[in-house]
């Protein structure tokens, strides 16, 4: 069965500091991996996906199929990204599967 | 022009009544989701459909639940027999069937649903 595991609920660093929000994945075919960010009092979006291999707003994820992981990197956290993020895998446009969520609190 | 649009933003409603919650895609996007958000549980999908094709309705929790899309455009989803446990924010999302937006969904606001 598809399944994608966020280890941390709660990740909590100062501003500037370097941030990685886990997640590893478990699936038999070749799914596509995203980043979902949901800021306070907003609606889920998208942050990343991992055909895309760009960064937004300076986040960074890397598909790594041997280690089946597709961790959320930041080199310096800022205020403003404190939200909740999930990670999620879908294949062939269907369902979304997600993980349980990663609140980031970046302290000042 | 907008993105999915959800009605009502909160329902309160009794143990036992039926509700109904409305979800406008994206204009274009064929593919139309419904998740549940809730505190122990986390995303969960409940339903999906793409196009003609016949829904996945393979999340859907109970025979409570059930949900239609007419014309293809504006989907319903409805809780008959409302427990405590449907108590959630339920998320409707759509997404394009090809090209390179393929796979993404843009989700709406969410229903708040409080079941007393």
């Known amino acids: 069965a598809q399944r994608v595991t966020q280890p941390e609920k709660l990740l909590s660093v100062f501003k500037g500091a370097p941030v990685e929000l886990k997640c590893n994945y478990s699936?038999?075919?070749?799914?596509?991996l995203f980043w979902y960010v949901q800021y306070s009092r907003q609606r889920l979006q998208l942050l990343l996906r991992?055909?895309s291999r760009e960064s937004i707003k300076g986040f960074t994820a890397d598909l790594n199929k041997g280690e089946t992981s597709f961790h959320l990197k930041k080199p310096f956290a800022q205020e403003e990204d404190s939200a909740m993020y999930y990670c999620?895998?879908?294949?062939?446009?269907?369902?979304?599967?997600f993980g349980a969520g990663t609140i980031l609190r970046v302290k000042s | 022009g907008a993105g999915v649009s959800q009605s009502p933003s909160n329902k309160v409603t009794e143990k036992g009544k039926d509700v109904e919650l409305r979800c406008d895609p994206i204009?274009?996007?064929?593919?139309l989701y419904w998740y549940r958000q809730s505190l122990g549980q986390g995303l969960e999908f409940l339903i999906y459909?793409?196009?003609?094709?016949?829904?996945?309705k393979s999340g859907l929790p109970s025979d409570r639940f059930s949900a239609e899309r007419t014309g293809g455009s504006v989907s319903t989803l409805t809780i008959q027999r409302t427990q405590q446990e449907d108590s959630a924010v339920y998320l409707c999302?759509?997404?394009?069937?090809?090209?390179?937006?393929?796979?993404?969904?843009?989700f709406g606001a969410g229903t708040r649903l409080s079941v007393l």
């Open positions: 999302a759509s997404s394009l069937a090809g090209g390179p937006a393929k796979n993404i969904q843009y």
């Open positions: 699936y038999s075919g070749s799914p596509e």
């Open positions: 991992h055909i």
């Open positions: 999620a895998l879908t294949e062939y446009g269907n369902k979304l599967v």
């Open positions: 204009s274009g996007h064929t593919a």
């Open positions: 459909f793409q196009g003609n094709s016949a829904p996945d």
